[in-house]
């Protein structure tokens, strides 16, 4: 599967927890989606990557990540409003975004679906479960699927 | 008026009838009493002075001392009748005074009557004869005066005795007039009441009934009044109490479902972090730590089935229910086809009753019959072949649907737990779950108004009944 895929096609895990986060990791390994991930631990973090402001000051911004790993509950800025500011701006607003969470409240699913995230996944406690669903959002979002064409400024 | 003041208004009058009732009675007896007296009165005068004529004829005739004596004896009596008599009108008093001084007369008549015979045998006859008859006719006269005052007495006693039966007459046509204000301000009570509460009792129905939005509506100004409004007060606060309990409820609900939500969290790092240890580590272990590893793993999957159940009963109640015509039987079909599929090795004849269909959410609804015919699924897997029932019957006048198996049953006298969250009747090895399915049929058979029990015998069977109110 690596063989295939681009390896310069970035993954944004937006996820407070840093279990999930090592957990997350270890799945795309096992997987062998040996993508480079960048992690942010917040809302504020995963913007300020997007937007190349604050810690990510002068980054490269036309190096867009392919697909964003976005957890919904996080400090300080919340993942729904990531999403918000995502589809908000023309740069940026393609970007599929796939809703990695443990809420399934039908709230949450309905305000992710009608800010326009791409996919909506509920984090299995097995992490067999959990494997497998790496793996498959994995193949899809990084190899099956055709991503929108990059906007340059 | 107050209802108060007019029941006051009631008493009063019947207080005022019985007492003016009371005391003309007792006036008009009193007074046919006197006349009565009065007549036996004039009577004995009547007799008495009768004898004194006879005795006074006699003693014209026999001039017998005897004679004398006994008249003196019978004006003793009738003086004595007199003084005895006491009479209250002016009018009688005249006549019995009348009646003195004519017996006064009488008297001294009679003594001169006396003298004169006892001059008889010294004096002139002839003198002595004029001098007697005269005095017999003027004792005659006076005797005639006191028959006379004597019929007046009995006249007068009449005229009382008239009275007394003319204040009986006006007496009843008093109580006619007031006994008929007595039932007009009873009726005018009654009317008052009977409306206003009639309209209270419909009030409480419909507030009963769970419309508290609900207001009584009376129009008067008296204690109905006063209660009517302590009425909607009532009902005022027991809105707002059941908002307060539905709003605590809401939050308990929300604490139930963030807290199992956020244990997943954790839990998703043990099983992840065990499972990354037993890969990566696991040759440095012998089997007693892989097999420990491999219980922490088990555990933790336990703990997540039972956050799901708690996660799945809490989105019971938070769920917005959305109630249209359900085909049970079609439904229950569906639920028998799959768990054929699932294990076809199974024997069990399912058999389920045609068209039928209730008002409910369809979604829960399917719960409710995946959990019951699963569960007689499940409760039937230690038998060679198995029966498994869904149909209705009349139960109380209700319709009320029932799932039966001829599985593993229950004891009855843990009747009241199976509907208990996590409350189990089998070990997890007989039969696997959590425990959570039938704590689910009850909550959404209880969000459809409806009720649920069941009934069973070990290893005979078991049958679950549920009722729905939407129909």
């Given amino acids: 599967m690596e063989k295939e895929s681009d390896l310069n096609k970035k993954i944004l895990l937006v996820e407070d927890n840093l279990d999930d986060v090592a957990l997350t990791l270890r799945a795309l390994k096992k997987n062998k989606i040996l993508n480079e991930v960048i992690v942010a631990n917040d809302g504020v973090e995963a913007l300020e990557y997007l937007f190349g402001t604050g810690k990510y000051e002068g980054r490269d911004l036309k190096d867009i990540p392919s697909v964003i790993l976005l957890d919904l509950k996080l400090p300080r800025i919340d993942g729904l409003e990531v999403l918000k500011r995502i589809r908000a701006d023309e740069r940026i607003k393609m970007v599929p975004v796939v809703i990695l969470t443990s809420s399934k409240e039908e709230h949450d699913l309905v305000a992710g679906y009608t800010l326009g995230c791409n996919s909506y996944i509920r984090k299995p406690i097995d992490f067999d479960q959990f494997l497998e669903a790496v793996k498959q959002l994995g193949m899809y979002w990084l190899l099956i699927n055709e991503p929108p064409p990059l906007k340059i400024r | 008026m107050r209802i108060k003041t007019l029941l006051l208004i009631n008493v009063a009058f019947s207080i005022i009838m019985l007492l003016l009732i009371g005391l003309v009675i007792s006036w008009a007896g009193q007074k046919e009493n006197e006349a009565r007296e009065e007549e036996k009165l004039a009577d004995s005068i009547l007799m008495t002075v009768n004898e004194l004529r006879s ?16 008249w003196s004896i019978k004006l003793e009596e009738l003086k004595k009748l007199i003084d005895e008599a006491d009479f209250g009108t002016s009018r009688q008093k005249e006549i019995l005074d009348n009646i003195q001084s004519e017996l006064d007369g009488l008297e001294s008549s009679f003594s001169e009557l006396v003298a004169n015979s006892e001059i008889q045998t010294s004096g002139d006859m002839t003198t002595y004869q004029q001098q007697e008859d005269r005095l017999v006719s003027l004792l005659l006269l006076k005797t005639q005066m006191i028959v006379l005052d004597a019929f007046k007495l009995s006249e007068e006693s009449n005229v009382i005795l008239n009275i007394a039966a003319q204040s009986n007459r006006i007496i009843v046509i008093f109580s006619v007039i007031l006994t008929t204000i007595t039932i007009s301000v009873s ?12 309209k209270l009792h419909e009030g ?17 100004y008296d204690e109905i009044n006063q209660l009517s409004n302590a009425f909607n007060q009532m009902t005022g606060k027991l809105k707002e109490r059941t908002s307060h309990l539905e709003s605590a409820i809401r939050e308990l609900e929300d604490f139930a479902y963030s807290a199992s939500h956020d244990l997943r969290t954790p839990l998703r790092g043990i099983d992840g972090f065990s499972q990354a240890f037993l890969e990566d580590y696991g040759g440095n272990l012998d089997e007693t730590g892989r097999d420990y590893l491999s219980r922490v793993r088990a555990a933790s999957q336990k703990m997540s089935d039972i ?15 959305q109630i249209q015509e359900v085909d049970l039987s079609g439904m229950a079909q569906a639920i028998a086809s799959k768990l054929g599929i699932h294990q ?19 979604q829960m609804l399917g ?3 995946e959990n019951l015919i699963g569960n007689a699924w499940k409760f039937t897997s230690r038998h060679y072949s198995a029966r498994i029932e869904f149909g209705e019957k009349i139960v109380d006048g209700k319709t009320a649907y029932f799932v039966r198996d001829d599985g593993a049953g229950f004891d009855m006298a843990y009747a009241d737990k199976l509907f208990k969250p996590f409350e189990r009747q089998h070990t997890e090895a007989e039969f696997p779950g959590i425990g959570i399915g ?25 049958i679950f009944y549920f009722t729905l109110n939407y129909l």
Avoid at chain 2, 209 to 215: A, T
Avoid at chain 2, 307 to 319: E, H, P
Avoid at chain 2, 439 to 461: C, F, S, T
């Fill in chain 2, 187 to 198: 009726i005018l009570i009654m009317r008052s009441i009977v409306q206003p509460l009639s």
């Fill in chain 2, 204 to 220: 409480a129905q419909i507030i009963g009934g769970g419309n508290l939005d609900h207001l009584v509506n009376i129009k008067s």
């Fill in chain 2, 307 to 321: 956050i799901d159940g708690m996660l799945n009963l809490s989105n019971i109640t938070r769920k917005e229910m």
């Fill in chain 2, 367 to 369: 719960m409710v019959l």
């Fill in chain 2, 344 to 362: 076809p090795q199974r024997k069990v004849e399912f058999v389920i009753a045609q068209g039928m269909a209730a008002k409910g959410d369809p």
């Fill in chain 2, 438 to 462: 039938l704590a689910i049929v009850k909550r959404i058979i209880h969000r459809h108004e409806g009720e649920v029990w069941a009934e069973g015998e070990v290893e005979k069977g078991a």
């Fill in chain 2, 55 to 70: 005795l006074l004829f006699d003693y014209s005739r026999y001039h017998e001392e005897r004679i004398v004596e006994q």
